[in-house]
């Protein structure tokens, strides 16, 4: 069994800066991709960043600039640190991994439970 436990949510000024971090436990042989999404009242579950087991990063568009995914693969552990945060950044932030518990096991998604980010004056 795998747990991903996200932490570092909360309230936020718009101008502001939060660090988020989702730590993976558990029966895990490897990770691939880890990543952040993000879902608002009323909308779709969207990508934010995603970071390979190599380093390579991939960011939508809207956070480009302002958002750094990055991970410590020794520690199962993916960071978002979030700068110049928006009041439209506001949304449940979740945390994603494609991993495999055993070298015989397939890839699958493995997602934690959400941590709210809320920017607002």
């Known amino acids: 069994q795998v747990q991903l436990v996200e932490s570092g949510g909360g309230l936020v000024q718009p101008g502001g800066s939060l660090r988020l971090s989702c730590a993976a436990s558990g029966s895990i042989f490897s990770i691939n991709a880890m990543g952040w999404y993000r879902q608002a009242p009323g909308k779709q579950r969207e990508l934010v960043a995603a970071?390979?087991?190599?380093?390579?990063?991939n960011y939508a568009d809207s956070v480009k600039g302002r958002f750094t995914i990055s991970r410590d693969n020794a520690k199962n552990t993916v960071y978002l640190q979030m700068n110049s945060l928006k009041p439209e950044d506001t949304a449940v932030y979740y945390c994603?991994?494609?991993?495999?518990?055993?070298?015989?096991?397939?890839?699958?998604?493995?997602w934690g439970q959400g941590t709210q980010v809320t920017v607002s004056s």
């Open positions: 994603n991994a494609d991993l495999r518990s055993s070298w015989y096991d397939a890839w699958r998604d493995n």
């Open positions: 970071i390979t087991s190599g380093g390579s990063t």
